[in-house]
């Protein structure tokens, strides 16, 4: 597994950064839960003894980034490549006239569509907001009191995001 980002690069005035997850299988939000994390950390929220705690099996409440602009970018067939070599013919994604077809595409369709809805609707500054306002404890807890805390959070949540987003219209 391995994550990475890229340099910060600006479109139509909005900066932003070019995130890369790589392994074999994630579970539902893994990835946004991921991404709040590491934004957690830069902002100075989550210290090193919280972070080793996430990356165990103890319950620590995450919060999830918006899924505006996250993407599947690519599958390895390596598995497959192995079974059915000889009945079929490869998957090549990597020849050029593709991955030209594939960039194309993920840009017009995926990238661009992604930074248009953050410039006109801003869910990520929302939910920064948000999370100013509201921080997480991130205290370790029973699976109980876990869910008891989330759906209060939610409620809450939800409704700064309403009022924030009617302040702003």
């Known amino acids: 597994m391995s994550f990475g980002a890229s340099e910060p690069f600006l479109h139509a005035g909005l ?15 893994h990835i946004r ?7 957690e950390v830069v902002r100075g929220v989550v210290g ?6 996430s990356l165990t099996e103890t319950k620590v409440d995450l919060p999830l980034v918006p899924g505006v602009g996250l993407y599947l970018n690519r599958v390895f067939f390596e598995n497959y490549r192995r079974k059915f070599a000889n009945d079929h013919d ?15 595409f ?3 369709h995926i990238i661009r569509p992604a930074i248009e809805i ?17 921080p997480l404890s991130y205290e370790e807890m029973s699976i109980e009191r876990f869910e008891q805390k989330r759906k209060a959070l939610y409620i809450q949540r939800r409704d700064d995001k309403d009022i924030a987003l009617t302040r702003d219209a």
């Open 106 to 108: 993920k840009w017009e």
């Open 90 to 104: 490869a998957l090549d994604f990597d020849e050029p006239a593709t991955q030209r077809s594939v960039q194309l």
């Open 48 to 53: 090193e003894a919280l972070f080793a705690a």
């Open 118 to 134: 953050e410039l006109r609707e801003r869910p990520f500054f929302t939910w920064l907001q948000v999370m100013a306002k509201h």
């Open 15 to 29: 900066e932003c950064v070019r995130l890369t997850v790589e392994g074999q299988s994630f579970l539902l939000h």
């Open 33 to 39: 839960k991921m991404i709040a994390m590491a934004v």
